[in-house]
C-alpha cells in the first residue's frame, strides 16, 4: 500500500507500512532479499518526502543488507542509490566515495544500466563543481553505453547533460544537436519530462544565438508540457484517490464479514455488541472517506469544502420538514455531500471558466452526473446507494429540461428533488469565479419562481421556509469527523451514527449461514481483483511482480524469457475517438498475446498501453517472431490490419538475474523497437548506433 500513499503525498502512512513490513520480515527465516526490496523503497519514500539524513541513514541499511546477501548487483545498487540521496543532501565528498564503488562494481560485472545511472550522477556532480570536461567526458560515456544497451532513458539523459554542458563551453551548435537529438527520442517516447528539460536547454541555446523566434517556440511548447504534466500529475491522484476509497470500502466489507463468522461461532448475545462497536468503527472510517472524497471535487472552486457541507445540511432539513425520520435524515445530510463528486474529472478551464460556457464545454460539464453515480456504484452500503441516486439525479428538471437523463416529475428520484434545491440556493448565495453572491432574499425568489420548471412545486412550498430560516442558525448536520483538523468527535457527538446505519447494520446481520458463503465468495473476488486488470482480464502488474520475482530469485533458477509490449498510438485514439475505441484495442490485443503464448507463457496488462509475458523458458528470436505473427494475425481478424505494437526481450540469466532489471532491459529494447519501426515508416535515416 505504500506505491498510492507515497504518489497523493502521505509520506508519513507510506512509511509506516514498509516499516511494519519491515518489522514482520524480521521473523522469516528467509528475510534479507525481502529486507533489502523494503530498505530501499524505503530510503525512496523518506528522500521524496525530504528526509535527506533519514533516507541516508536507511539507505546505508541497504547497503549492508546487499553485502550481507553477498549480491554484487544488488551491492551495486545500493551503493548508486546511497551516493545519489548523499549528492542531494550536499554531501558531495562522501557521495563520490559510494557512486565510485557502485562504478567499479559495475565495470566488474558488467552491470551497464547501473553504470549508466552512476555516470549520470557523477556529471551532475563534477558539473556543479565547475568541471566541466570531466563531466563532458562522464556524460559521453554513459551515452556510449547507453547506445549499446538500448538504454533510451540513459540516452535522451546523457545527450541533454551533453547539450547542456556544450552550451557551458559555448559551443551552441554542438548544443542545439544533442539537446535536438535527445528532444526527438523523448518524443518518441511519449516522455513530457524529458521533453519539458530538452525544451528549456534549447530555449536557452537559441536565445544565446539570437534566434530568438525560436527561443520562443521551444519556450511555449515547455509552457504546454508543463500544464499537461500538471494535468496528468492531478489525474494520477485522482486516481489514486478514487482506489484507496475502493480499497477502504472493500476493506470494510472484509472487517464486516469476518464478523459475521465470530457472531456464527460465539454466543449471539455476546457477538451482537461486538458487531455494533465495529460497526461504528466502520462508519466513523467510512464517513472520513465520503468527506475527503467531496472535499476532492470541491477543492478547485472552493478550497474550504464548506459548499458541500451547506448543501448535506439544508438537504437533511428539507427531509425533516417533509417527515422524514431522524435516522434518514442524516444519511440524507451525508450521502448528499457527494452530489458533485464527478466533477473530479472536469478540466478546471471550464469548471473554472468565468464566463459563458460553450455548447461543447457544457456538454462536457453535464458529464460530472454520470461519472460521479459511476464512481459510487455498485456498493451495498445504504449511504452510497443514496449518494449515487443524488450524484445522477440532482441536476434533472421537474419539466424534464435537465440533465443527464431528462426525467421529468416524479420520476426524479426524492433525494435528487431535495438536493437540486439546497444545491441550487447555496450556489446562488455564495460568490464563485464567475458570478457574485445573490442575497438570501433574492435567492429565495429565484427558488419559487422556479417551481414547476426547475424543481418540485410541492417540495419548494416546503423547503422555503427551511431556507429562510436555515442561515441564521447552527448548523445541525451529522459530522463524525471535522475536516479541517481530522480528529474524531466526543463520544457523544457521535452518538447519532448507530442509528445513521442501524438499517445496513441489521441487513449485514441476517442469516448467517448465507453471510459465511458470501465472505468466501468476497474474499476470492477481492483475491482475484487484487491480482487481475478489470479491462482485459489479464493478471496485473503486481502478480507479474510477484511472479517474476519468484522465477528470478533466488539465482539458478531455470532460464526464461520476459518479453515487454506497448501498444504503439493508443494516446491518439483515445484523444481522437474515445476511450471505448482505445479500451477495444486494448481488449483486443490482450485476447490476441493470450491466443499467440498459450502454452508457452503467461500474460499480464502492467499499465495503461503496457504490457508483458513471462515465458515458460527462453525463447528464441525465431520463437518469439512466430508468436508476434500469431498475434499480428488475430488483431487483423478484429479489425486491426497494421501491427499496433512495439516489443522488446530480455532473457534470464543471461540479460540480468534480477527481477527489476530483466523488466528494464526488456523495456529499453522494446522502446528501442518502437523507435525503429516509426523511423522506418517515416523513411527517416537511421542514427548511428541504432542500427
Not at 560 to 588: E, M, Y
Request: proline letters at 2%.
Amino acid at each position: 500500500m505504500s506505491g498510492p500513499y507515497a504518489d497523493l503525498g502521505k509520506y508519513e502512512v507510506s512509511v509506516g507500512y514498509l516499516f511494519e513490513a519491515y518489522k514482520k520480515i524480521q521473523d522469516l527465516p528467509e528475510r534479507s532479499s525481502l529486507e533489502f526490496a523494503v530498505l530501499v523503497n524505503l530510503a525512496r519514500v523518506k528522500s521524496l518526502s525530504g528526509e535527506h539524513d533519514g533516507a541516508i541513514d536507511v539507505a546505508h541499511q541497504a547497503r549492508e543488507s546487499a553485502e550481507h546477501l553477498g549480491d554484487p548487483h544488488r551491492l551495486a545498487f545500493a551503493n548508486m542509490n546511497l551516493g545519489e540521496f548523499l549528492l542531494s543532501a550536499g554531501q558531495q565528498e562522501e557521495a563520490v566515495t559510494h557512486l565510485t564503488r557502485a562504478f567499479t562494481l559495475s565495470d566488474e560485472h558488467d552491470f551497464r544500466t547501473i553504470k549508466i545511472s552512476v555516470l549520470g550522477s557523477l556529471s551532475a556532480l563534477h558539473e556543479g563543481l565547475g568541471q566541466y570536461e570531466r563531466a563532458a567526458a562522464e556524460a559521453q560515456q554513459a551515452l556510449t553505453l547507453a547506445l549499446e544497451v538500448g538504454s533510451a532513458e540513459g540516452e535522451i539523459e546523457a545527450r541533454i547533460a551533453l547539450g547542456r554542458l556544450a552550451m557551458q563551453g559555448r559551443d551552441l551548435a554542438q548544443a542545439e544537436q544533442q539537446l535536438l537529438q535527445a528532444l526527438e527520442l523523448a518524443r518518441a517516447r511519449e516522455t513530457p519530462k524529458e521533453q519539458v528539460l530538452a525544451h528549456e536547454q534549447l530555449a536557452q541555446v537559441y536565445r544565446r544565438s539570437g534566434q530568438l523566434e525560436l527561443a520562443l517556440e521551444h519556450a511555449e511548447l515547455l509552457r504546454t508540457i508543463e500544464r499537461s504534466i500538471f494535468d496528468t500529475d492531478r489525474d494520477r491522484q485522482i486516481r489514486n484517490l478514487t482506489v484507496l476509497f475502493e480499497v477502504e470500502r472493500a476493506q470494510q466489507d472484509a472487517q464486516l464479514y469476518r464478523l459475521r463468522s465470530e457472531v456464527e461461532q460465539e454466543a449471539r448475545e455476546a457477538a451482537e455488541q461486538q458487531v455494533l462497536e465495529r460497526t461504528a468503527e466502520l462508519a466513523r472510517a467510512q464517513h472520513e472517506v465520503v468527506a475527503r472524497l467531496a472535499i476532492a471535487a470541491e477543492y478547485r472552486d472552493d478550497t474550504t469544502g464548506e459548499h458541500t457541507r451547506r448543501v448535506g445540511q439544508a438537504a437533511a432539513r428539507i427531509a425533516r420538514a417533509l417527515g422524514w425520520s431522524e435516522t434518514q435524515a442524516s444519511v440524507l445530510g451525508v450521502a448528499a455531500r457527494l452530489h458533485d463528486v464527478g466533477k473530479i474529472a472536469i478540466p478546471d478551464a471550464i469548471l473554472l471558466k468565468r464566463g459563458r460556457l460553450t455548447p461543447d464545454e457544457f456538454q462536457q460539464m453535464q458529464l460530472h452526473t454520470v461519472i460521479g453515480s459511476r464512481i459510487l456504484s455498485g456498493s451495498r452500503s445504504a449511504l452510497l446507494t443514496m449518494a449515487e441516486e443524488i450524484a445522477r439525479s440532482h441536476h434533472e428538471r421537474w419539466d424534464g429540461s435537465g440533465y443527464p437523463y431528462g426525467l421529468a416529475g416524479d420520476a426524479i428520484p426524492l433525494t435528487g428533488r431535495i438536493v437540486a434545491i439546497a444545491d441550487v440556493f447555496d450556489a446562488l448565495i455564495q460568490a464563485r469565479p464567475y458570478k457574485v453572491a445573490w442575497t438570501i432574499s433574492e435567492a429565495l425568489l429565484e427558488i419559487q419562481e422556479q417551481a414547476g420548471r426547475h424543481f418540485d412545486p410541492e417540495l419548494v412550498a416546503v423547503a422555503a421556509d427551511v431556507l429562510a430560516n436555515l442561515h441564521r442558525e447552527d448548523s445541525l448536520f451529522l459530522n463524525l469527523y471535522d475536516e479541517q483538523q481530522s480528529e474524531p468527535l466526543a463520544e457523544g457527538q457521535a452518538s447519532h451514527v448507530l442509528a445513521v446505519f442501524e438499517q445496513l447494520l441489521m441487513e449485514r446481520t441476517r442469516e448467517l449461514e448465507l453471510a459465511r458463503r458470501e465472505a468466501e465468495r468476497s474474499a476470492k473476488r477481492m483475491e482475484r481483483m487484487a491480482l487481475t486488470d478489470s479491462l482485459t482480464d489479464l493478471r496485473n502488474r503486481r502478480a507479474f511482480e510477484q511472479d517474476l520475482e519468484s522465477r528470478a530469485a533466488p539465482l539458478g533458477n531455470a532460464p526464461f524469457t520476459v518479453l515487454s509490449l506497448d501498444v504503439d498510438g493508443l494516446k491518439r485514439i483515445n484523444d481522437t475517438l474515445g476511450h471505448s475505441a482505445g479500451d477495444d484495442l486494448l481488449g483486443a490485443v490482450a485476447a490476441a498475446l493470450t491466443a499467440a503464448f498459450d502454452g508457452r507463457g503467461q500474460a499480464y496488462r502492467i499499465g495503461g498501453d503496457e504490457f508483458a509475458v513471462i515465458c515458460d523458458d527462453v525463447m528464441t528470436a525465431a520463437d518469439r517472431i512466430r508468436c508476434l505473427e500469431v498475434m499480428a494475425h488475430h488483431l487483423q481478424q478484429s479489425g486491426y490490419p497494421d501491427r499496433p505494437f512495439s516489443t522488446g526481450a530480455a532473457d534470464y540469466p543471461a540479460d540480468s538475474g534480477s527481477a527489476g532489471d530483466l523488466l528494464r532491459i526488456s523495456d529499453q529494447r522494446m522502446y528501442r523497437d518502437k523507435v525503429l519501426r516509426r523511423q522506418q515508416r517515416s523513411g527517416e535515416p537511421l542514427e548511428s548506433g541504432q542500427a
